[in-house]
């Protein structure tokens, strides 16, 4: 048994600064694992929680965090796959349902009944957590725990996002939103053997895609990505668009070549949730527009396996718990170059 306190960062109301709290430390039910948080990153989607951007709303009061990687501290009981001080990660889908026709045709990301980590359920900006075992991913030995844990959200979903592009091997591809989930995006898509555009609005972040392999780099504040990729190279395959800007899904349609497929993946939400469009510019040319969430476990432990093979590595910037208002008024700013990760021990 773990018992006594821990410290966590907790949202009382909608849109309030964060607090760093001392609460008494959760006990697993059956099916959970009880964690001691080593590291947790910090996704764009914790900010859109708190600023009450989505609908609905966080369950109050909120402990954000779903990038999370810890050791395994005590277990629920019927809990046969993890043991005690086994390296543990957890993703933003705390749970689906298992039995649905989605759980059931391997769609669970789009399972009705789902949890959501640090959002719907406590989350890992704490020293402990809960989470269910049954939906946590393995760590293979020797991982650096802190540049692990973005792939636990920007990690997965940008590799389930890639594949829903189905772009194949030589072919290319326009990431839009070079941030956290972006410089990922780039990463996996070079590894799967992808030529990379890359789209965003500060020439910092265009740089740091550069080093990882991207061709053709569009700062989109000062042009127009569309016309731009398709002079240069008639247009990409596919997309993913991880920008927090309405405008970027305005444009990305236009930077594919014709036939191409473009995946969604951030969520601006709020007012920044409503776009136009063209509908010539999806018919004329045949041109897909998907959506993709976070991904299934199996997704987790591929995308886990990419960076614990060295083919991925999160850019990482750590930080105490008690930094999060500051990090959050940098993130609203763009002024993250990679990603943040809190680091709890
Ligand atoms: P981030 O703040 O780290 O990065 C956002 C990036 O968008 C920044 O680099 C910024 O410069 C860039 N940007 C802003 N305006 C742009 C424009 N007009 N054109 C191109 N780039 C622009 O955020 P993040 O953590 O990478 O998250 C990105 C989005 O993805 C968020 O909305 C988040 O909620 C969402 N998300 C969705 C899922 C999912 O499952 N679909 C999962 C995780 C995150
Ligand atoms: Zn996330
Ligand atoms: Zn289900």
């Known amino acids: 048994m773990t018992t006594g306190t821990m410290k966590a960062v907790v949202l009382r ?4 600064p964060l607090k760093i709290e001392t609460l008494p430390i959760p006990q697993p039910k059956r099916g959970e694992v009880l964690i001691r948080v080593t590291a947790c990153g910090v996704c764009h989607s914790d900010l859109h929680a708190v600023d009450g951007d989505w609908s609905p709303l966080p369950n109050l009061p909120l402990i954000p965090g779903h990038e999370v990687v810890g050791t395994v501290s005590a277990l629920g009981e019927g809990v046969e796959h993890f043991a005690e001080g086994d390296a543990i990660g957890v993703p933003w889908m705390y749970s689906a349902c298992g039995h649905c026709e989605f759980c059931l045709s391997g769609m669970e990301t789009i399972c009705l009944k789902a949890e959501a980590t640090g ?5 890992g900006y704490a020293e402990y957590m809960i989470a269910d075992a049954a939906f946590c991913g393995r760590v293979p030995t020797g991982v650096d725990p802190y540049e692990l844990a973005p792939i636990l959200c920007a990690g997965v979903t940008t590799y389930r996002g890639l594949k829903r592009t189905n772009v194949k091997p030589g072919q290319w591809l326009t990431v839009l939103g070079i941030g956290g989930l972006g410089h990922i995006a780039v990463q996996y898509a070079r590894a799967m053997g992808m030529r990379v555009a890359a789209v965003d609005v500060s020439d910092d972040k265009l740089a740091l895609a550069k080093s990882y392999g991207a061709e053709l780099l569009v700062n989109a504040s000062k042009a ?3 016309p731009e990729i398709r002079n240069a190279i008639g247009g990409t395959h596919g997309a993913v668009v991880t920008a927090v800007s309405a405008k970027a899904f305005e444009q990305s349609v236009g930077v594919l070549r014709n036939g191409g497929t473009v995946c969604w993946i951030g969520l601006p939400g709020g007012k ?3 776009i136009r469009m063209t509908i010539s510019g999806i018919v004329n040319g045949e041109m897909s ?3 993709s969430n976070v991904g299934t476990r199996q997704d987790m432990q591929e995308a886990i396996d990419f960076a614990a093979n060295g083919l991925v590595t999160a ?4 930080q105490p718990l008690d930094a999060i208002n500051e990090i959050f008024a940098r993130m609203k700013k763009g002024q993250i170059n990679g990603r943040v990760v809190l680091a709890l021990q």
Do not use: A
Request: charged share 40%; hydrophobic share 15%.
């Open 13 to 16: 109301e909608i849109g309030t």
């Open 119 to 123: 959002y719907s359920k406590p989350g």
């Open 224 to 226: 127009d990505p569309g």
């Open 272 to 274: 920044q949730d409503e």
């Open 289 to 291: 527009v998907r959506g």
């Open 315 to 318: 850019k990482i910037e750590k």
